[in-house]
């Protein structure tokens, strides 16, 4: 190599080191317009994408000013920032079991119930663990109701008693169950032991985030008569070997075409007609349907998997910042959202402001489990059901009625994560 | 071989920038993360301390389970397979490019051109270039469905998606080319004349390319494979969204680990992983001095 061109490279380096300077300068001045957002009314809001639509910030900001600005990711990501990262978010949207981890830690805080205008009107699913007309629902794994309170202002632990003192204020749950293929597999399902038919063989998916899979796998394992649990959402080291155990088989015998993760997986799995029977999401198994593809969200004799999701706050908010905190809490309760959130087959917290913004043709089919009467549209405009359609499941009474377990954190966690591990390297 | 004090000075000022970049982005954070796999851990937060709990509980079983593998083994095992897999394939196909690239095309501005066009699937992220093979593989895709219609086969081929054969595949069409570039770049700088002399001297086309081609192309061939090695050991992306997230893989354990907020124990087989990256790397290198060579 010349001399020359041993020069040339070392004032290239030196250009890169101007570079290199150019872009913390640039950094520092990036600084500015972040300090003065502040004075505007912005709120950071953390969580899933399932409930972070763009109609529903758009909607935000012309009644009340405040501007959402979403931080999207995954389940697990969500639970990860807020240990990892608490000042980098003022709201937090997230599902109740995760509180086992979240609270300990004491980097959120909860909401006062006293500042919640429609706090009495929540569904009592939240309160007492039972529907409006009084019957009690399952109550396996982190129901909503185990953990809704906190002894005091800043405690990190949960109150068995109610106390003004809210972990997370209410405002979507669901029930879940399998999705099938009813043109593939042309024949009635009615139990969660199905997906380990080896009917389905190559053909069936559960989902891989090992908290909620497992649990699945659970329902699969008692709905086959192996096993009775005292609690699927809590248990004993023997019952996760033995669960692990029946899913391993079935793994190594091919039972299984794929694993999913988000919910785009999850359609296009369906979609493609790789798996006809699989753990699912309301909207995804509405997305496969909206594709024009049969899809149904299959109602099951052993009941439903159920999960909620609320609002908290960062540690970090306070003073003005948490009186808008509470504004949009309130603001989320007081139909538009909640009606939003029904309208993709989920449910909301308060049902009374909800049924205010929808239409009774509405709210007959996608809470009373009545053939629609119109066609039924999703919150984009798109058709999703023609006229004459039922809800899979029926009404909301049905439904949540037959919650048998809830998304849970188990106390042996750990031990469960190490044989998930052992489960896909099987 | 004495410099002068000054000179000596001026060679430390030169490399210091990149030496500080190195210490602080990557010699500190590994670091932290040995020093973090040492940490006991409950459901939300990392106990700062000494504990071997990480490295333990990730070897749990291996001698229990004997002669049976525990998850380690058969973890390490799956992934060493689809890294020898993959590393077999992408080395004869870019070996394949490079030799074509830089022996058949003559003119200069060809050989630039047709390497630059080995780039253009660089232009997609590597999500879109993964995920471009399920609709062609799939139970009802172009290639079962073309094949049933050939009458080739009556019923599709599970094994082309979800399986060993779909990750092999993605991470080859992935990585051939961070093979093709060293090689290529070793294989251009061999004197002609050589090849010459050996075929003067009466070798066939093969013997030239064995006892000279191929030990003249080493550094390339190391370079490339060091890079598709170490890509291939931490994978978790190709190996889950290819295999169904039903094969194991060194990264997913990482990854789970992380996910169920068990720093420690996600760093203790950080550290593991590295270690034996580190061996497979160190064992190659001993094959040829790179330093030497370059």
Known sequence: MSKKNVISRRSVLKGAAGLVGAAAGSGAITGFPYIMSQEAKVLRYLGTAVNEGDDISKKCFADTGIKIEYITATTDDVTKRVITQPNSFDVLDTEYFSLKKLVPSGNILGLNAKKIKEFDNITPVFTKGELPNGKKIGNQGTAPWKVLYLEGENSTKFSKTPTEHVTLIPTVYNADTLGIRPDLIKRPISSWSELLNPEFKGKASILNIPSIGIMDAAMVVEASGLHKYEDKGNMTKAEIDLTMKIMTEAKKSGQFRAFWKDFNESVNLMAAGETVIQSMWSPAVTKVRSMGIDCTFQPLKEGYRSWASGFCVSKGVSGKKLDIAYEFVNWYLSGFAGAYLNRQGYYSAVLSTAKANMSPDEWGYWMEGKAAVADIKAPDGTTLEKAGAKRDGGSYEDRMGSVACWNAVMDENDYMVRKWNEFIAA | ?294
């Open chain 2, 1 to 294: 071989m004495f410099k002068s004090p000054s000179k000596n000075l001026v060679a430390w000022l030169q490399a210091g920038p990149m030496m500080l970049v190195f210490a602080a982005f990557f010699l500190l954070p590994l670091c932290f993360v040995v020093m973090v796999s040492f940490w006991d851990y409950n459901e939300y937060e990392m106990i700062p301390g000494f504990t071997t709990r990480g490295y333990y509980e990730s070897f749990e079983g291996c001698v229990a389970q004997l002669p049976g593998l525990c998850t380690i083994l058969k973890t390490y095992l799956e992934t060493i397979k689809l890294c020898f897999l993959t590393w077999a394939f992408t080395l004869v196909i870019g070996f394949s490019v490079a030799y074509f690239l830089a022996f058949h095309i003559k003119s200069k501005s060809m050989q630039i051109g047709l390497s630059l066009l080995c780039t253009i699937p660089f232009w997609t992220s590597n999500v879109i270039r993964m995920i471009a093979w399920i609709p062609l593989l799939g139970r009802n895709g172009l290639v079962n469905s073309g094949l049933m219609h050939m009458g080739v086969i009556d019923k599709p081929l599970d094994w082309l998606l979800f399986s060993e054969f779909a990750v092999v595949l993605s991470l080859v069409h992935l990585f051939t080319f961070f093979m093709v570039v060293p090689i290529f770049n070793s294989l251009i700088r061999i004197d002609k004349r050589l090849i010459e002399a050996a075929y003067d001297a009466g070798a066939t086309g093969w013997q030239t390319l064995w006892n000279v081609v191929i030990p003249l192309a080493k550094p390339g061939i190391v370079i490339g494979s060091i890079f598709v090695i170490t890509i291939v050991m931490g994978d978790f992306i190709t190996i889950g969204v290819m295999g169904g997230q039903q094969l194991a893989a060194a990264g997913k354990i990482i990854e789970v680990r992380l996910n169920a907020l068990q720093f420690p124990a996600a760093a203790a087989n950080a550290v593991i992983l590295l270690v034996i990256t580190f061996l497979i790397i160190s064992a190659l290198s001993k094959l040829v001095d790179i330093r030497k060579e370059l």
